[in-house]
C-alpha cells in the first residue's frame, strides 16, 4: 500500500543512519521530528519530512495524524507468547504467601504448563496464541521472539515452535523463534537430569535444526533448573549447528550465568534482577545485549533489574515482556515502559530507545526495525493525541 501519513504532531526515533545498538549516553537522546510526514509504499518506509517541505505528491492513502505521534512499534525481544491455558491458581497462591519457587518445588510452575501443552492440538495451541499476538499487535509491537520451553519432550517442543512459525505466516508481525527445551527438568527425568539434557542435544536439537524450527538457543540458568556447567554443555552443542544463545539467567540468583553466556558469544542476556558489580562488568566490551524485564518483576514480587546502574556504566538495555502463563501473563510494551522509568529510573528516552533500536538488536533485526529509516520495514503505531512522548510511560496502564 502506498501510504502518506501527515500532519504528525512528532515522529519519533527518526534516524537517517540507524545505529545498531545505543549504549551508556547515546540512550539519552531520541532524534525526532515535529509537524512530519511519512511516506511508506510496499511495507518499506519511503522517506519524510516536515510539513513545510511536503512535495507534490498524489495516488497516496493518506492519513491525518494531526495531535498525534508516529512511532517505530515496539520490539519485544524475550515472550514464550505461545502457550497453553493459564495458571491463575499459582497467582493466588502467590497472593496467600508462597513465593514462585515454592509453587515450583510442589509441581506448579513450568511443568505444569508443560503438561497442558502436552495433552493441548498444535491447532488449539495456535489459536490460543494468535489472541494473544493480536492483542500486542494492537498494543503497538512489531517484531516478537517466542520461545519453546512448555513442552519438555521432542514432540510437543517442536509443536510449540511450529506453531510460532505459523504465526510468523499468517500475521503482519515480525516472529523471531527461540528453542528452549532446557527451561525445566520434566517430572520424568527428576532424578535424571544429565539424561534429559542429553536427550536435548542429541535428539531435540536435531530434529529442530532439521526442520528449521528456530532461530536461537535458550537456557534457564538457576538454581533447582539448570546449572553453568549444563549451559556450557548445551550452548556448545548448539554452536555447532550455528544457533546463537539468548539466555535466562541471574533471576533469583547471580551464578556466572552471564559470564558463561558471553564466553559462547551470546546475543544477549536476560532477566538480570540479581547483578553484580562484577557482573556488570563481563559484559563491557562484549557484542551481548542485557535485556530487562520489568513487568515479571512486577507480578512475581521480585527486584527489578538495576537499568539505571546498567545504563550508567556505559553497556546498553534493552526491554521486553516476558509474556508468559507464570511470572507475567501481559504482553504490554507500554507497560514495560512505564515500569522501567518508575521503577528502574530510565528517562522516557532510554525506555523508548530500549524498547525499539535495542529491542531490535536483541531479535538480529537492526536492519529493518527499531527506528523511522528510509529502507526500513514500515512498521509504525500511530498514538492517541497525545501532548508529548514523554506522556507515554507517564500515562501508565493507559495503551
Ligand atoms: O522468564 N524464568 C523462567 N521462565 C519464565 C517463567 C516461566 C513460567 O513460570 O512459566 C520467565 O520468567
Ligand atoms: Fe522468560
Known sequence: MNLLLLNIKELIQVRDEAPELLSGNEMKILPTLKNAWLHIDKGVIQDYGTMDKLPELSGFKTIDCTDRMVLPTWCDSHTHLVYAGNREQEFVDRINGLSYQEIAARGGGIVNSAKRLQETSEDALYEQSAVRLKEIMKLGTGAVEIKSGYGLTTESEMKMLRAAKKLAQNFPVTIKTTFLGAHAVPPEFKENKRGYIDLICEEMLPEI???????????????????????????????????????????????????????????????????????????????????????????????????????????????????????????????????????????????????????????????????????????????????????????????
Open 209 to 399: 535444526v532439521r526442520e528449521n524450527l528456530a532461530d536461537y538457543v535458550d537456557i534457564f540458568c538457576e538454581n533447582g533448573y539448570f546449572s553453568v556447567e549444563d549451559m556450557h554443555q548445551l550452548l556448545t552443542e548448539a554452536a555447532k549447528y550455528g544457533l546463537r544463545p539468548k539466555v535466562h539467567v541471574n533471576q533469583f540468583t547471580s551464578m556466572g550465568g552471564i559470564q558463561a553466556a558471553v564466553k559462547h558469544n551470546a546475543l544477549s542476556v536476560d532477566h538480570l534482577e540479581e547483578l553484580t558489580q562484577e557482573d556488570i562488568e563481563s559484559l563491557e566490551g562484549t557484542t551481548t545485549m542485557p535485556v530487562a524485564l520489568p513487568s515479571c518483576s512486577f507480578f512475581i514480587n521480585i527486584p527489578y533489574a538495576q537499568g539505571r546502574k546498567i545504563i550508567d556504566a556505559g553497556l546498553p538495555l534493552a526491554l521486553a515482556t516476558d509474556y508468559n502463563p507464570g511470572s507475567t501473563p501481559s504482553g504490554n510494551m507500554n507497560f514495560v515502559i512505564s515500569l522501567a522509568c518508575i521503577r528502574m529510573r530510565l528517562t522516557p528516552e532510554e525506555a523508548i530507545n530500549a524498547a525499539t533500536i535495542n529491542g531490535a538488536y536483541a531479535m538480529d533485526l537492526s536492519k529493518t526495525h527499531g527506528s523511522i529509516t528510509r529502507g526500513k520495514t514500515g512498521s509504525v503505531f500511530i498514538t492517541k493525541p497525545v501532548p508529548s512522548y514523554g506522556f507515554l510511560p507517564y500515562a501508565f496502564g493507559s495503551n
